[in-house]
């Protein structure tokens, strides 16, 4: 009698998740394409948190999460100051002037940032940028803490007196950093000349930028031959507007222009934009926006496709971020309210699928979705800005780097029932229903497949009920190690573990060691043997909502 009622559960369990289960179908056999580590890419405006402790040991974290290298960027390179960070402010203070006009170079506070990228093992893409005061053409006021004042532009911002000064100055910059780390090292950076020209980054015209643009990377490549320069690192374009027209006229002045410093050809390498979302408080919860990330791309990616000389150049989107500020804390934006959660690290997983998508459809050379997501300094536990750990405790969003670092090899067909398609996406978003998809990857001997729950309402729903088939595993395979990832509000969540101490934020070290091992990557199960049949698996999942699962598995073949 008891086995038939154990029976009997087991049936009504298994008929039950099979009736409102999601079918997701990955074939190991049909490869897309080869995989692209798009994810590994980061930056940050405070370029002076690079050297605080905890931000050489989440640089460390970085270089370890990703088999391929990590490349960083951040602001504020190039500005005067007493390199302390600020809210959306930095300085290395490398270029001031003495009492008679000449310049005078202090390598001090840019040489331990690049130092600990170094010491890291991490790669700069170093941002050409921002304008030192001595070289200003509006140098007074120079710089005006965050939050900004209503109508004061700071002369950082400007353009400068002298082009030929500001030429001097990047080969200056270029030749001293060759010197310190060797020619072949610095030949693997990206440099890239500015931030947003488009908008109140850049207080000059397009031409003036053009002109900027022109003395940078010839006094780059003057010191290294073959550096990667490009940029111009615009704002998100929109089917038209100001970005979409500044991306165009710049793509057409490095294809038809002469540089204006040197007469020559205009170098090119790679071409770089910006895309965000918009994130709104809708009937008292936040509304994702991922609908208006990836119409920024589809456009940026359209204006490229339309340049005959440069539609296959790589393309770096050099931040891509569900939206554009990251120290516009949630506590005062409530439309932020969505950093802390496994809600921003299920958002980065459906974007990087969408890009992936339509990088494909449109045929563009895209390697690299920068997130614009650090950390700050002496600043409250959780405190809601756009992060990826704090106080050194990592937060869900480090995670899905971490599940993202364990995919490899070639993309392959992974087919979703719940799937919301990329053009319902860019048409209205993910609002309507929950996008429940796949990515998968394989490789010799391993295969992953990354599973989301994903909603821009960030409102409470129901777990999903995936079924996972796995088919096109070697016949020759013995039996398959499955090892499950999971990032959700019970795993992978030190906001979570924080929420339930009581929200210290004084925590004891005995609290602190339990945030810091719930900060890291946790397994969903036990890991498990399984013997494909006929080079199959399948594998029952229930994913909450705003949930990830990685799955990998490993097999040895004969």
Known sequence: MRK????????????????SAVTVDVDLQQKLAPFRPIYSWFGYDESNYTTT???????RQLHDLS?????????????????KPELKWSSSNVYTEDADGRPVYNWKILDGIFDAYAAAHVRPMVELGFMPKSLSSHPDPYHVPWPPKPGVVEGWSFPPRDYSRWRELTYQVADHLAKRYGMA????????????????YWHGTQAQYDQLYDYAVAGVRQAIPNAQVGGPATTGPGS???????????????????????????PLDFISFHIKGVTKVVDGHVRMGLQHELNNAANGFAIVRQSTRFQDLPIILSEADPEGCA?????????????????????????????????????????????????????????????????????????FFRMAGLMGGNRVAANSSGAVGLKQILSSGVRQQTDIDALATSSRGAAAV???????????????????????????????????????????????????????????????????AAGQLALATS????????????????????????LRMTWTEK
Request: glycine content about 8%; aromatic content about 12%.
């Open 450 to 516: 990354m599973l989301w729950n994903y909603r821009d309402e960030d409102v409470a729903g129901s777990a999903a009920n995936v079924h996972l088939t796995i088919r096109g595993i070697n016949p020759t395979a013995g039996r398959v190690l499955l090892q499950q990832y999971r990032i959700d509000e019970e795993h992978s969540n030190a906001y979570t573990a924080w929420l339930q101490m009581g929200s210290p934020q004084s925590p004891t070290p005995g609290q602190y060691a339990t945030l810091k």
């Open 53 to 59: 402790r905890n931000g050489q040991a989440l640089l």
């Open 4 to 19: 038939i009622i154990v029976f009997l559960l087991l049936f009504t369990a298994i008929r039950g998740f099979g009736q």
């Open 185 to 200: 090292t610095v030949s693997t950076w990206y440099w890239e000349v500015w931030n947003e020209p488009d908008i109140f």
């Open 240 to 266: 038209s507007g100001k970005a979409a027209d500044f991306l165009k006229a710049f793509l057409d002045h490095c294809a038809n222009g002469k540089s204006a410093a040197t007469g020559g050809s205009i």
């Open 67 to 83: 088999p391929v290298p990590v490349y960083i960027r951040a602001h504020f390179l190039l500005a005067s100051g007493d390199g």
């Open 527 to 550: 890991p498990q043997w399984i013997t494909p049949d006929r080079g199959q698996v399948q594998v029952n999942i229930h994913l909450p909502r705003q949930g990830i699962s990685l």
């Open 327 to 399: 120290a516009c804390v949630s506590s005062r934006y409530p439309q932020n309210d969505y950093r802390n959660s496994s809600l921003y690290p299920t958002y980065t997983a459906a974007a990087m699928k969408g890009l992936l998508d339509l990088a494909a459809r449109d045929r563009v050379n895209l390697i690299g979705m920068l997130t614009w997501a650090f950390e700050f300094e002496d600043q409250p536990y959780f405190e809601g800005f756009r992060a990826l750990s704090t106080h050194g405790i990592d937060k869900p969003e480090l995670n």
